[in-house]
C-alpha cells in the first residue's frame, strides 16, 4: 500500500512562494508518475501538475504555468512543488497523488492516480 503524506503548506501573503513536499511510501515509488491536484472551497478537484516516473517529463495547468514547478527525487521517495507568485486564487487544499500503473505517462486525469494523500493546505492573502 502506498502512503503519501503532504507537508509545507501555510498562509502566506500574496506574491509570496510556498515548496510542498510529498513524502511516499510503500510501493515502488520510483516506477510511479506523481501529480498535485487541488481543490478550492465550493470548487471541483483540479488538476495542478504532474512529472512522469523518472522526472523527466512534466505537465502543467494553464493557470500555474510558468508559477509553480514540479519536481522529484526517487533516492528520498519526494515530491515537491514549488509556487511561486501565489496568488489569492490559489487558495485551496492542495493533494499529492500516484499513479500507480508503473512508466505510464503523464496525465491529468484524477481517475487515474490510485494513491492519494490527506492534502494540505495553503491560504493566499491579498
Known amino acids: 500500500q502506498v502512503l503519501l503524506v503532504e507537508s509545507g503548506g501555510g498562509l502566506v501573503q500574496a506574491g509570496g512562494s510556498l515548496r510542498l513536499s510529498c513524502a511516499a511510501s510503500?510501493?515502488?515509488?520510483?516506477?510511479?508518475?506523481m501529480a498535485w491536484f487541488r481543490q478550492a472551497p465550493g470548487k471541483e478537484r483540479e488538476f495542478v501538475a504532474a512529472?512522469?516516473?523518472?522526472?523527466?517529463?512534466?505537465n502543467y495547468a494553464n493557470s500555474i504555468l510558468g508559477r509553480f514547478f514540479i519536481s522529484r527525487d526517487n533516492a528520498k521517495n519526494m515530491v515537491y512543488l514549488q509556487m511561486n507568485s501565489l496568488e489569492p486564487e490559489d487558495t485551496a487544499h492542495y493533494y499529492c497523488?500516484?499513479?500507480?500503473?508503473?512508466?505510464?505517462?503523464?496525465?491529468?486525469?484524477?481517475?487515474?492516480?490510485?494513491?492519494w494523500g490527506q492534502g494540505i493546505q495553503v491560504t493566499v492573502s491579498s
Open positions: 497523488a500516484a499513479n500507480l500503473n508503473p512508466y505510464a505517462g503523464l496525465s491529468r486525469v484524477e481517475g487515474v492516480y490510485k494513491a
Open positions: 512529472i512522469s516516473w523518472s522526472g523527466t517529463n512534466t
Open positions: 510503500g510501493g515502488t515509488f520510483s516506477n510511479y508518475g
